[in-house]
């Protein structure tokens, strides 16, 4: 199994003036807006990565070298499956119809199981025989993503902007910024 981002957030939970009132910077002075735009989007993938969840509508790629009994869909929360398709036995490539599948939203992580009767299709031998299009996220807003996360995003930020070098040790108290993100990560 192999996960990929394929289209990445349009947007970040938190903006740049936000990350800058946090930092105590002046709204006014932009010679720093780009690197903090850095630190937003590096601090977002640190905390998806860390809850395994999407912040933000994101499309992911999920490729498999067959169809197991139910295909588990990492970073929830699901908000639509875009494509199944396969390599048939004979080496070409097929779209299984929406129909022939049911999609699980509601738990996290999401699934894919055939319908009711109905079973996976054949797939050739071969790696990477199965690939899923999918999109996850709390939505396409940030007003969509709890205040928690963005919180946990901007001592992250905080941290990366205060340090601007590799540290071993981090100023952020690990277990408070640990507790506000808890809730929210996906396990299994």
Same mark, same amino acid.
């Given at each position: *199994?192999?996960?990929? +981002?394929? #289209? ?8 740049? &003036? ?15 807006? &780009?690197? %903090?735009?850095?630190? %937003?989007? &590096?601090? +977002? ?6 809850? $395994? +969840?999407?912040?933000?509508?994101? #499309? ?16 929830? $929360? ?20 929406? $129909?022939?599948? %049911? ?7 999401? @699934? ?6 109905? #079973? @996976? ?20 807003? &940030? ?8 919180? @946990? ?6 941290? *990366?902007?205060? +340090? ?25």
């Amino acid at each position: *199994m192999a996960i990929r +981002r394929t #289209t990445d957030a349009s947007t970040e939970p938190v903006t740049t &003036a936000e990350a800058k009132f946090h930092l105590r910077e002046t709204l006014s002075d932009a010679s720093n807006d &780009a690197y %903090i735009a850095t630190l %937003i989007t &590096a601090a +977002r993938h640190a905390c998806e990565e860390s809850i $395994q +969840r999407s912040l933000i509508t994101t #499309t992911w790629t999920l490729t498999l070298d067959s169809f197991p009994d139910a295909i588990r869909l990492p970073y929830p $929360q699901i908000l639509s499956v875009t494509s199944v398709s396969y390599i048939d036995e004979a080496g070409d490539s097929q779209t299984l119809d929406p $129909q022939d599948y %049911i999609v699980d939203t509601n738990s996290e992580p999401g @699934w894919i199981v055939p319908a009711v009767e109905t #079973t @996976w299709p054949t797939t050739q031998d071969r790696i990477n025989a199965v690939t899923v299009v999918y999109t996850a996220g709390y939505g396409s807003s &940030a007003s969509n993503v709890p205040q928690a996360i963005k919180h @946990w995003i901007k001592l992250a930020i905080g941290d *990366m902007y205060e +340090r601007r070098e590799l540290n071993s040790s981090p100023s952020v108290p690990q277990d408070f910024a640990r507790y506000l993100i808890d809730p929210y990560r996906v396990y299994g």
